[in-house]
């Protein structure tokens, strides 16, 4: 089991910035792929970004250069820097992680006001 603990959210004007913090504990010998979903309402979940192990990235389309995705192994812990946010980024940011299984954090809103 792998318990992941969100932080970073909240509100902020468009072009501001925000950097979300994710932190595992349990069973994080068995993470591989660390990730950063969200999910608008009315909409589905979507990848945001994700990290491997061997630190290789990967972007929503939509995140074009804006966001930056960062992992500490010693500190089992997963960043996502947020640059030049939009209204349109609004949602509830979920982190991920792969164990074995996928594990999810309880998520953290972040709210961009035009």
């Known amino acids: 089991q792998v318990q992941l603990v969100e932080s970073g959210g909240g509100l902020v004007q468009a072009g501001g910035s925000l950097r979300l913090s994710c932190a595992a504990s349990?069973?994080?010998?068995?993470?591989?792929?660390m990730a950063w979903y969200r999910q608008a309402p009315g909409k589905q979940r979507e990848l945001v970004a994700l990290?491997?192990?061997?630190?290789?990235?990967n972007y929503g389309d939509f995140v074009k250069g804006r966001f930056t995705i960062a992992r500490d192994n010693a500190k089992s812990t997963v960043y996502l820097q947020m640059n030049s946010l939009k209204p349109e980024d609004t949602a509830v940011y979920y982190c991920?992680?792969?164990?074995?299984?996928?594990?999810w954090g309880q998520g953290t809103q972040v709210t961009v006001s035009s």
């Open positions: 991920s992680v792969r164990a074995g299984a996928q594990y």
């Open positions: 990290i491997t192990n061997g630190g290789i990235t």
């Open positions: 349990g069973s994080i010998f068995r993470i591989n792929t």
